[in-house]
């Protein structure tokens, strides 16, 4: 088979890596990928964004399965034109896409089948945000609507930072159209979990639960990230909790998107906070997290591609999807200045860290020249191991990190440590 891959950062590394052990594949295509991945695939210099560009690759190329991976082709509808083109994938559509492309439809939706979470109001009018901000107990959370590369939730601590947050979305426009509609959410607080469900719209069969560690700095302090580091399982996610959250969210979910005409097929990612009042939904989005992914799949003993295949069949239920027993931790290796503006180009020397048993170094920003590695991104390295308990998986990905240097390299040195 030949597989064509959306995405260049570690999780489409990790689910790139996974596909490669399949005996039917024969070739993998990334686009755009990276430099990890050009070890595995044949990369190409055409954008996830660039849907045109996709379209006209398959007209070129005989591929048998595509697998897109991140938000923005997701919902520009890279599914649907794909399979118009008669190229089957992996993905939600766009109309199932719209549950992470717009928070303000997933609060509706949550609402209308009475699924938990955090209270909310939505605003179209900067004047009325910022009176009912100032009327607000602070913590507070205001969120743009649409998609905002990851940087449009502001948990703000006073009316100040509340203030800064509505004015940056509504009238500066920073995340552009994606922020002329809010939402001011209450807070909630208690431990957050992620997790990750293969759902083909009748079954859904969540993935071991993950905690992702989403500040910049160690002790949870400093600008949210795209994520710096994953456990997996998650601690706090007992097997009572796992089975309240399948008949409180993970079921209603798919079958009000099914009522809703908008069937879901694919990765379901689910962000909890476990309050005291049980489970609540912080957010959903319609693929892999990253890097939860990096943590999550290499767990995974069932092959990745198999359940890839029954989820886009409607074949789940007859499917093994199974983990291993055991842990995983993945430290992201960043460059300095991440998640603000940072320089690229450094040479990365990997010592002997991808000699460590159990451990895997996906490349999140990478690029190769002449069989040498660069940074060429914020997050550089997703550097993950698996062992049989946390702390085991922990002390051998620390190990790994400090084998691994490149200018500016900068990671968190407490993860799994909360
Ligand atoms: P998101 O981009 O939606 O993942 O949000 C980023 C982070 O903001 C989440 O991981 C939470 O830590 C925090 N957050 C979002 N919504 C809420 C909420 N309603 N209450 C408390 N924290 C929240
Ligand atoms: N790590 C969070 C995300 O993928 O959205």
Same mark, same amino acid.
Request: proline content about 5%.
């Given at each position: 088979m030949n597989i064509l891959i959306i995405g260049g950062g570690g999780r489409e590394h990790v689910i790139t890596s996974l596909i490669a052990k399949n005996p039917k594949v024969s070739k993998i295509y990334a686009l755009p990928g990276n430099g990890g991945i050009s070890q595995l695939a044949e990369c190409?210099?055409?954008?996830?964004?660039d849907i045109d560009g996709i379209i006209s690759f398959v007209h070129t190329h005989a591929i048998d399965f595509a697998i897109v991976a991140p938000d923005d082709p997701l919902a520009l509808g890279a599914v649907d034109r794909l399979e118009a083109e008669g190229v089957k994938c992996f993905g939600p559509t766009k109309k199932a896409a719209l549950i992470e492309s717009s928070k303000i439809f997933a609060k509706k939706l949550m609402t209308k089948y009475h699924i938990p979470t955090a209270g909310y109001k939505i605003f179209s009018d900067i004047d009325k945000a910022l009176s009912h901000a100032a009327l607000s107990d602070c913590p507070i959370v205001i969120k743009a609507d649409? +998609? =905002? !590369?990851? !940087?449009?939730v502001t948990v703000a601590e006073n009316f100040q930072q509340a203030k800064d947050a509505i004015i940056s979305c509504? !009238? %500066?426009?920073? $995340?552009? =159209?994606?922020?002329?509609k809010i939402l001011i959410e209450e807070c909630l607080s208690g431990h957050e979990v992620t997790v990750l469900a293969f759902t083909d719209g009748k079954t859904i069969v969540p993935m071991v639960s993950s905690m992702d560690? *989403?500040? =910049?700095? %160690?002790?949870? *302090?400093?600008p949210n990230t795209g994520g710096m580091g994953v456990i997996a399982p998650n601690p706090y996610y007992t097997p009572e909790i796992a089975d309240e959250c399948m008949r409180t969210i993970f079921l209603p979910t798919i079958n009000a998107m099914n009522k809703e005409g908008r069937t879901f097929k694919g990765c379901l990612y689910f962000g909890l906070m476990l309050t005291n009042e049980g489970p609540k939904v912080i957010e959903y989005n319609c693929r892999f997290g990253d890097p939860e992914a990096e943590a999550v799949l #290499? +767990?995974?003993?069932? %092959?990745l591609l198999d359940v890839m295949i029954a989820v886009r069949e409607e074949k789940l239920s007859d499917c093994p999807v199974k983990f291993r027993k055991g842990a995983s931790c993945c430290v992201v290796c960043a460059s300095a200045g991440y998640p603000g503006s940072y320089l690229t180009g450094y040479p990365i020397d $990997?010592? %002997?860290?991808? *000699?460590? #048993?159990?451990v895997e170094i996906f490349h999140a920003g990478t690029k190769s020249e002449d069989g040498k590695f660069f940074t060429s991104g914020g997050r550089v390295l997703a550097v993950n191991a698996v062992d049989d308990d946390l702390e085991s998986a922990r002390s051998k990905a620390y190990e790994a990190v400090s084998k691994i240097s490149f200018d500016g390299m900068r990671y968190r040195s407490d993860i799994g440590g909360c």
């Amino acid at each position: 088979m030949n597989i064509l891959i959306i995405g260049g950062g570690g999780r489409e590394h990790v689910i790139t890596s996974l596909i490669a052990k399949n005996p039917k594949v024969s070739k993998i295509y990334a686009l755009p990928g990276n430099g990890g991945i050009s070890q595995l695939a044949e990369c190409v210099k055409i954008s996830a964004e660039d849907i045109d560009g996709i379209i006209s690759f398959v007209h070129t190329h005989a591929i048998d399965f595509a697998i897109v991976a991140p938000d923005d082709p997701l919902a520009l509808g890279a599914v649907d034109r794909l399979e118009a083109e008669g190229v089957k994938c992996f993905g939600p559509t766009k109309k199932a896409a719209l549950i992470e492309s717009s928070k303000i439809f997933a609060k509706k939706l949550m609402t209308k089948y009475h699924i938990p979470t955090a209270g909310y109001k939505i605003f179209s009018d900067i004047d009325k945000a910022l009176s009912h901000a100032a009327l607000s107990d602070c913590p507070i959370v205001i969120k743009a609507d649409g +998609l =905002a !590369k990851g !940087k449009g939730v502001t948990v703000a601590e006073n009316f100040q930072q509340a203030k800064d947050a509505i004015i940056s979305c509504m !009238k %500066d426009k920073s $995340f552009g =159209a994606s922020g002329e509609k809010i939402l001011i959410e209450e807070c909630l607080s208690g431990h957050e979990v992620t997790v990750l469900a293969f759902t083909d719209g009748k079954t859904i069969v969540p993935m071991v639960s993950s905690m992702d560690h *989403k500040r =910049a700095y %160690d002790g949870n *302090k400093g600008p949210n990230t795209g994520g710096m580091g994953v456990i997996a399982p998650n601690p706090y996610y007992t097997p009572e909790i796992a089975d309240e959250c399948m008949r409180t969210i993970f079921l209603p979910t798919i079958n009000a998107m099914n009522k809703e005409g908008r069937t879901f097929k694919g990765c379901l990612y689910f962000g909890l906070m476990l309050t005291n009042e049980g489970p609540k939904v912080i957010e959903y989005n319609c693929r892999f997290g990253d890097p939860e992914a990096e943590a999550v799949l #290499p +767990l995974m003993e069932s %092959d990745l591609l198999d359940v890839m295949i029954a989820v886009r069949e409607e074949k789940l239920s007859d499917c093994p999807v199974k983990f291993r027993k055991g842990a995983s931790c993945c430290v992201v290796c960043a460059s300095a200045g991440y998640p603000g503006s940072y320089l690229t180009g450094y040479p990365i020397d $990997f010592g %002997d860290a991808g *000699k460590i #048993p159990g451990v895997e170094i996906f490349h999140a920003g990478t690029k190769s020249e002449d069989g040498k590695f660069f940074t060429s991104g914020g997050r550089v390295l997703a550097v993950n191991a698996v062992d049989d308990d946390l702390e085991s998986a922990r002390s051998k990905a620390y190990e790994a990190v400090s084998k691994i240097s490149f200018d500016g390299m900068r990671y968190r040195s407490d993860i799994g440590g909360c």
